[in-house]
């Protein structure tokens, strides 16, 4: 990727410590017992549940191991990836993705306005999926989105279409287990997830010149519902901890799965879970491999807070907002420098206090 220009280099508050404190305490949670519930020797679906919540409240992200996703699988892909990526970049572009084009290649992303260190392919886990053409609401176009699948390796596609339907599976596992953890039926999510958005994204990270002042994605939180990431044993992702805002590097387990809390569950639950923010730096010496799994609802759908976890004494702390806009809004800022911070959930949040002190309307007030 060349040297670290200016285009990639951190504000000084953001740059990454050369010191790393290690995921002291984010849960690793064994999933086992929803392969074999009646085992005596596992603990029970009701000691899981409690493991889950305490997760999401406490960090917004734990890890999974005897998850149920063959391992066969996860060595398939990532063997193609590295095939993919180690082609000449004129042969990555031919399926570049662009502002028209929502998935293939791409290596000129920006987080916060600042380049990441990275270069990634997209994937949608149907042979098409429908998304808003535009953030603007006057807008009624919904474009199919298409695969673009590379000629090399011929492997690629088959791997990627078989590693997502297995994860897919997991996914489902655990949106029922943390509807329990919130005291709701455990097909609660299920009617969000019929005609479910489901994309996978390869990451590759290539050895950076001066990881001191770049990040292979700059801190952010996950707009979906739902991540599921594997990550290789070089490792660099970091999670801000909740109790003392610190970025806390999560280390590498063998065949074991990160999974996050993203904005739409943090709407869902009416902040009982966060979303929380994450980045992930590089190194000078190793290039480093991962392969997050978003799982969302439908473009149509409409996020607001579940009326079983507002109530009088606890209302409801967000507007509606529509997924597909809100996403497309997002996206723009993958491809270009914006002016200002990208949308954000936090845009939603009811202000009816401030609103009665200084009269000042609220970004969705119409």
Not at 257 to 279: A, F, T
Not at 303 to 308: A, G, K, N, S, T
Not at 312 to 338: D, H, I, M
Request: charged share 30%; proline share 7%.
């Amino acid at each position: 990727m060349g040297e670290a220009d200016e285009a990639f280099v951190q504000a000084i508050e953001h740059r990454p410590k050369l010191s790393v404190t290690e995921d002291e305490g984010i849960p690793l949670i064994d999933l086992s017992p929803l392969s074999f519930p009646n085992d005596a020797n596992t603990k029970n679906i009701d000691d899981l549940v409690v493991e889950i919540g305490n997760a999401c409240k406490k960090w917004g992200f734990f890890q999974v191991i005897n998850h149920g996703v063959p391992l066969e699988k996860r060595q398939k892909i990532e063997d193609a990836m590295r095939k993919f990526f180690a082609q000449p970049l004129e042969e990555k572009r031919k399926v570049r993705k662009d502002e028209k084009k929502a998935v293939g290649y791409y290596d000129n992303e920006h987080t916060k306005n600042v380049r990441d260190w990275k270069e990634v392919f997209d994937f949608v886990a149907d042979k098409r999926i429908l998304m808003a053409a535009s953030h603007e609401p006057e807008d009624k176009e919904v474009p199919e989105t298409l695969n673009q699948w590379p000629d090399y390796p011929p492997e690629l596609r088959e791997s990627c279409e078989e590693y997502a339907r297995e994860v897919e599976k997991l996914a489902y596992k655990l949106m029922e287990l943390i509807a329990l953890s919130l005291g709701l039926p455990a097909s609660r999510f299920s009617g969000f997830f019929e005609d479910p958005t489901r994309s996978v994204r390869l990451n590759h990270y290539p050895p950076c010149p001066a990881p001191h002042l770049a990040l292979g994605v700059g801190r952010h939180k996950d707009p979906g519902a739902l991540t599921i990431l594997a990550q290789d044993d070089v490792g660099g992702l970091e999670v801000k901890r909740k109790s003392d805002g610190e970025w806390v590097r999560i280390k590498p387990t063998p065949d074991a799965y990160i999974i996050n809390v993203g904005d739409i569950l943090q709407v869902w639950s009416n902040d009982v879970y966060e979303s929380v923010e994450h980045r992930v730096t590089v190194n000078s010496e190793k290039e480093r491999f991962s392969t997050p799994f978003f799982f969302s609802p439908p473009h149509y759908t409409m996020v607001r807070p579940l009326d079983e976890l507002t109530s009088e004494q606890n209302p409801a702390k967000y507007r509606a907002y529509n997924l597909g806009k809100f996403l497309a809004t997002r996206r723009q800022s993958n491809f270009k420098k914006l002016d200002v911070e990208n949308i954000q959930i936090s845009h939603f949040k009811v202000q009816e206090l401030a609103n009665e002190l200084d009269g000042a309307l609220s970004i969705n007030k119409t």
